[in-house]
């Protein structure tokens, strides 16, 4: 993410927010890509209200993992209605649908043809995160799932007697 980054020619920042949960040595590589670049922020550890507020204020949320179960964070990021750019692992894949952009994964050049296009075209950043949002509610309401798992278990009692 960090490379692809570095190569575009852009006014926006490129915040970095989560903990290092790989070795203090990976963290320590990671800020010498950044050098001086002062379009690079680490925020460490967020949640609560400043997590809401990068949500929100965001113009793109990008996923680069190469490895995820089921991606909360990427579910998050829509239900904010951000326009995401993810990996193409089948796990965000099956998330993001046609509701957002992809990239190869591990591949910087693909992220960085991605991170180029939505920053010349805002309109359609702009539409990506309306059909994310109104996607994920639809989709992901917990009200519904729980309505459904409780039919599923009572189908299930209700053979049983």
Aim: glycine share 6%; with cysteine; charged share 25%.
């Amino acid at each position: 993410m960090i490379q692809a980054y570095k190569r575009l020619k852009t006014d926006k920042k490129l915040v970095v927010a989560g903990g290092a949960s790989h070795s203090k040595e990976y963290e320590k590589f990671l800020k010498t890509l950044v050098e001086d670049n002062k379009g690079i922020i680490f925020t460490g550890h967020v949640e609560g209200r400043e997590l809401s507020e990068l949500f929100s204020n965001a113009y793109t949320y990008v996923l680069p993992s190469e490895v995820e179960g089921m991606p909360i964070a990427l579910l998050e990021a829509m239900s904010y209605g951000q326009c995401v750019i993810a990996s193409d692992i089948n796990e965000n894949l099956e998330v993001l649908e046609d509701k957002g952009f992809s990239f190869i994964s591990g591949d910087i050049e693909s992220l960085y043809d991605i991170l180029a296009y939505t920053d010349a075209h805002p309109q359609e950043v702009a539409a990506q995160k309306m059909m994310a949002e109104q996607y994920i509610l639809s989709q992901y309401d917990w009200d519904r799932i729980s309505y459904e798992t409780e039919e599923i278990y009572k189908g299930v009692l209700k053979d049983k007697v």
